[in-house]
Nanobody
Framework: QVQLVESGGGLVQAGGSLRLSCAAS????????MGWFRQAPGKEREFVAR????????FYADSVKGRFTISRDNAKNTVYLQMNSLKPEDTAVYYC??????????????????WGQGTQVTVSS
């Protein structure tokens, strides 16, 4: 089992920044990659960004490309999401997820094995 704990959410004005963190614990050996997803009220959970654990290769949803940056600290088993130029449409609960024992890191929910409890991000206009 892997436990994930997100932090860093909050209320920010449009144009502002937030940095989310997600710390993994438990059976983290074998982690292939980690990702961030978000879910706005009344909408499906959607992919935001992902990063491969060994090479640090990143991939972003078009809606956040150029504004968000995903990074990781392997020694701390932690992944980060730096969010700049935030927009009201970025308002959502943000979830981190970990993929283990995979050969390909994808962007779908079923590509990930463990999920955090989520952290609320609210962007006011």
């Amino acid at each position: 089992q892997v436990q994930l704990v997100e932090s860093g959410g909050g209320l920010v004005q449009a144009g502002g920044s937030l940095r989310l963190s997600c710390a993994a614990s438990g059976r983290t050996f074998g982690t292939y990659g980690m990702g961030w997803f978000r879910q706005a009220p009344g909408k499906e959970r959607e992919f935001v960004a992902r990063i491969s654990w060994s090479e640090g290769i990143t991939f972003y949803a078009d809606s956040v490309k150029g504004r968000f940056t995903i990074s990781r600290d392997n020694a701390k088993n932690t992944v980060y999401l730096q969010m700049n130029s935030l927009k009201p449409e970025d308002t959502a609960v943000y979830y981190c997820a970990v993929a283990q024992q995979r050969s390909i890191l994808g962007s779908a929910r079923f590509d990930y094995d463990y999920w955090g409890q989520g952290t609320q991000v609210t962007v006011s206009s």
